[in-house]
């Protein structure tokens, strides 16, 4: 089977930084993506990771340790408009790719 | 054209309904999704078809039926829905294998509600 935690919320303020973290438990691992979601609207992509180390796409960065499972999103110079969900998904090759969803972090920024 | 469209994009059904959602893409995906997302929960997979082919069925009850007539189309049947089968249904699309990242792009939902 798989798991993928993330933290259920968080809170930050304009202008700074902040990091989501996903934890994840997979067999078949083929890439992690971060999606970002506001309330009502589909998701939208931000990033993917398939070997370690950071990808950064300006203002977001996402980094990937695999032998850790683990993996941040990180946000710089937070904007109000920058209040939505976070997803952290993982792909997996179980002979056909499968890409699943964590619940997600709730990011509030604040003025 | 990076967009994923869906129809209707509010739907309301009976129990004895029988009704259709649809998703469409001009992208040259080849790969195609049906999610169920409930409130403040994430996307949970139903359904993948690779190459109009269904690949993956997420133990999906028979009362939601997948069709890809084309590699543009993609629709899910439903028929003797529940009430719990309320939701939001996202459609979504991506490269298939090797050819990219294979992120995916999502449509804007039909919200379902069954009474």
């Known amino acids: 089977g798989q798991n993928i935690d993330q933290p259920t919320e968080m809170t930050a303020t304009e202008g700074a930084i902040v990091q989501i973290n996903c934890t994840y438990q997979?067999?078949?691992?083929?890439?992690l993506f971060w999606y970002q979601q506001h309330a009502g609207e589909a998701p939208t992509f931000l990033s993917y990771n398939v070997l370690d180390g950071l990808e950064e796409k300006g203002r977001f960065s996402s980094f990937l340790s695999r032998s850790k499972g683990y993996s941040y999103l990180l946000l710089k110079e937070l904007q109000m408009k920058d209040s939505a969900s976070y997803l952290c998904a993982v792909r997996r090759n179980t002979g056909g790719f499968k890409t699943i969803f964590g619940a997600g972090t709730r990011l509030f920024v604040k003025a | 054209d990076t967009e994923v469209t869906q129809t209707p994009k509010h739907l309301v059904m009976g129990m004895t309904n029988k009704k259709s959602l649809k998703c469409e893409q001009h992208?040259?995906?080849?790969?195609m999704y049906w999610y169920k997302q409930k409130a403040k929960k994430p996307p949970e997979l139903m359904f993948v078809?690779?190459?109009?082919?269904?690949?993956i069925n997420e133990s999906v009850p028979s009362r939601f039926s997948p069709e890809c007539p084309n590699s543009s189309l993609l629709n899910l049947h439903l028929h003797a829905l529940q009430p719990e089968d309320s939701a939001l249904y996202l459609c979504?699309?991506?490269?298939?294998?090797?050819?990219?990242?294979?992120?995916?792009?999502f449509g804007p939902g039909t919200r379902l509600t069954v009474t």
């Open positions: 078809y690779s190459y109009e082919k269904l690949s």
């Open positions: 997979t067999s078949g691992f083929n890439g």
């Open positions: 992208m040259g995906h080849r790969a």
């Open positions: 979504a699309s991506s490269q298939e294998g090797l050819a990219g990242v294979g992120e995916q792009y």
